[in-house]
């Protein structure tokens, strides 16, 4: 079976960082884009960041663009979210998915482009 783990989250600072993790098992992710998504309290779950199969293409929302990054590393079939400069409005329980199909040539933002969840994270960050 498929399964995403992930780990790093916790409370912050407003202006800190954190750094997420998601690996994964039964599945090569360096042949899947990655897709992050958030749900904060009382809204809708949204899409956070999305990076290609190899890497190659990284896609942010607008509310986390130039402060979030994604990287891989496929020797540990594990995918990370650097998360900096953290504000209140971020607080959210944050989870990773894998594409369902493999090689796409760019990160879907849609959902049901993703066919396996990780069980999620909270990330609190504080004023």
């Known amino acids: 079976q498929v399964q995403l783990v992930e780990s790093g989250g916790g409370l912050v600072q407003a202006g800190g960082s954190v750094r997420l993790s998601c690996e994964g098992s039964?599945?090569?992710?360096?042949?899947?884009?990655i897709g992050w998504f958030r749900r904060a309290p009382g809204k809708e779950r949204e899409f956070v960041a999305g990076?290609?199969?190899?890497?190659?293409?990284?896609d942010y929302a607008d509310s986390v663009k130039g402060r979030f990054t994604q990287s891989r590393d496929d020797a540990k079939n594990t995918v990370y979210l650097q998360m900096n400069r953290l504000k209140p409005e971020d607080t959210a329980f944050y989870y990773c998915?894998?594409?369902?199909?493999?090689?796409?040539?760019?990160?879907?933002?849609?959902?049901?482009?993703?066919?396996?969840w990780g069980q999620g994270t909270q990330v609190t960050v504080s004023s």
């Open positions: 039964g599945r090569a992710l360096h042949r899947h884009a």
């Open positions: 990076i290609r199969w190899d890497g190659g293409n990284t």
């Open positions: 998915a894998t594409d369902g199909v493999e090689y796409r040539s760019f990160p879907p933002r849609n959902d049901q482009q993703y066919d396996y």
